[in-house]
């Protein structure tokens, strides 16, 4: 996760640091543009779609390794469980509730639904 978001930062910033290098060294004398100048725009047409893929693909691999760890349902018990005999002599489990964010997401999508209907 956070491997992720390193690396696309240290790319964006040694892309950042090769145009401004390549800036810098294509001024002529008194800061006068060379005639080269409108290579540059090779970097606006094909290095920054690029580049915008990259931090959109990395921000939706950071939500979903976030979103995965707070959605998770908590692991099943691997000790003894507490339980209760049902009314029809079947053995009811009593075991911790979900977790909130996750039944806030159940209902947040359950409204959607509705609201879709």
């Known amino acids: 996760m956070v491997g992720s978001l390193v690396f696309v930062t240290l790319l964006m910033l040694g892309l950042l640091l ?3 290098r390549d800036m810098r060294q294509d001024e002529g004398f ?15 047409i094909f290095v920054a779609p690029r580049v915008a893929a990259a931090l959109a693909i990395g ?4 939500g ?31 075991l911790p509730p979900r ?3 996750q039944r806030v997401l159940g209902y947040a ?9």
């Open 18 to 20: 090769a145009s401004v």
């Open 30 to 44: 008194f800061g006068q543009p060379k005639p080269t100048v409108w290579t540059l725009l090779f970097d606006l």
């Open 59 to 62: 921000t939706v691999l950071l």
């Open 64 to 94: 979903v390794i976030i979103s995965m760890r707070q959605f998770a349902t908590p692991p099943e018990p691997d000790s003894e469980v507490n339980f209760v005999i049902g009314p029809d002599g079947r053995r009811i489990d009593v």
């Open 99 to 101: 977790p909130w964010l």
């Open 109 to 117: 999508i359950w409204l959607a639904g509705i609201g879709l209907l």
